[in-house]
């Protein structure tokens, strides 16, 4: 802890903020990406068939540890790719985090299949492995953990789970470039797994995503489904299976190439900022960083979450404590919502039959409640890339405001009570 801090430093009540300046920016062009774009527009295919989508394909893979590697123009479309690769029907029910992004629950529905919510473990965000099993039916046809954050959810215990039931487990890996389970790189651990490109992501192409895997048959059935439906060897106007165009174009495959390059550094700054950071918020009471699993030999540290405990500072409420840091100059932000909660799954039966008796209206989980409503506390990845002073701002910042609450709630209280 830095030294007692004057209530009237605090920039929420009209004191000196501790950062000014912006914070490594991202994403973030390099001479590489242009060199390789340039190459590209004039001398590749700027899309189906080029050069530099296959040499992404085998790098990729060759990264997280894979056979195989078919490209997507978005996460989501991946997602909906694998999903009907793994053979997911009408009505066939997919296990899903009840916290996540949309598009984990969303691509179940387009691929006609019924999302089914499991609560999280508070100390990790991710799906509870605990309480898969009880959701498993004999409709189940897919378990879709997601690594939030890009901090692995636990692989042996929900493939495990998967091998016991016979059902295939699909990685939702978007968040998670680069992550380790155990030693291996995750997104083929069980049947095969998306990643995301979006502008947002460690890897960005503006938009795009990939699917991993080690089953042939999975890979020729997701390149079946991304590319309209063709064969793989077959003619070009041959069209065995419902697809589309979900490819990724040659420049996005020819920026990401370039990134494969630079990722290896950016893993590493990231890993020792975060576990400065980490440190140093495992002193303040009642702020808690996301539990990362012992098996877990390298996170992604895509989103850096934590827990914010409002009981050890005097109630005041975490959208207080996020106002107070925006003034400091650091953005902290809630991040999602429990996603059941989204009006997306009151959908029109007429539209969906098979999700007739499905209430996702009544769903409450309470860990994901308390977690979203409560306590998460996000900051994006680009925090992490900086120098040891960029971090140490951040730790300044949470010390100053926390401090401050601390030692002077009836400032805070008085300000909550005017903002009402
Ligand atoms: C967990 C998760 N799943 C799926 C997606 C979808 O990816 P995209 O935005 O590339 O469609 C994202 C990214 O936004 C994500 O974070």
Request: charge should be negative; include cysteine.
């Amino acid at each position: 802890m830095g030294e007692i801090i004057e209530m009237n430093s605090l920039a929420l009540f009209g004191g000196n903020p501790i950062r000014t300046e912006p914070f490594s920016s991202w994403p973030r062009p390099t001479t590489k990406m242009e060199s390789h774009l340039m190459s590209t527009l004039n001398n590749d295919g700027w899309g189906v068939g080029s050069q530099v989508n296959r040499e992404f394909c085998s790098a990729f893979s060759d990264f997280q540890e894979a056979k195989h590697c078919i490209t997507a123009n978005s996460g989501t479309a991946g997602l909906w790719v694998a999903l009907k690769a793994a053979g997911v029907k009408a009505g066939d029910e997919v296990i899903v985090p009840a916290y996540t992004f949309i598009a984990t629950a969303s691509a179940v529905l387009m691929a006609n299949g019924v999302p089914v919510f499991v609560d999280i473990d508070i100390e990790t965000a991710n799906m509870d492995a605990n309480l898969i099993e009880d959701a498993i039916t004999e409709k189940t046809k897919v378990i879709m953990p997601v690594h939030i954050g890009g901090n692995p959810a636990d692989l042996d215990a929900i493939l495990a789970i998967g091998k016991k039931h016979g059902i295939a487990v699909i990685e939702d890996a978007a968040q998670a470039h680069g992550a380790e389970w155990d030693g291996k790189k995750v997104g083929a651990l069980g049947l095969g797994g998306m990643f995301s490109f979006q502008t947002s992501k460690n890897m960005s192409a503006g938009e795009g995503g990939a699917i991993i895997t080690n089953d042939e048959a999975f890979a020729d059935a997701c390149f079946s489904y991304h590319n309209c439906g063709r064969v793989k060897g077959g003619k070009w106007y041959e069209h065995s299976f419902l697809g589309g165009n979900f490819r990724l174009s040659s420049f996005q495959a020819s920026m990401l190439l370039s990134q494969l390059e630079t990722l290896p550094s950016e893993i590493e700054t990231r890993n020792q900022n975060r576990a400065i950071l980490d440190k140093a918020l495992n002193e303040i009471p009642g702020i808690t960083p996301q539990k990362i699993l012992a098996k877990v030999t390298q996170s992604a540290n895509h989103i850096i979450i934590n827990r914010y405990d409002k009981s050890e500072f005097h109630g005041i409420t975490r959208e207080t404590f996020f106002a107070a840091m925006q003034a400091e100059g650091i953005f902290t932000y809630q991040g999602y919502t429990p996603l059941y909660r989204e009006q997306l799954f009151i959908t029109n039966t007429d539209e969906y039959p098979w999700l007739k008796g499905y209430d996702y209206g009544n769903l409450n989980f309470p860990n994901t409640e308390k977690f979203a409503n409560e306590e998460s506390i996000w900051l994006r990845q680009n925090h992490l890339l900086g120098t040891k002073d960029d971090i140490q701002d951040v730790i300044n910042a949470f010390e100053k405001v926390t401090q401050a609450m601390n030692e002077n709630p009836e400032l805070f209280q008085q300000y909550e009570k005017d903002k009402k």
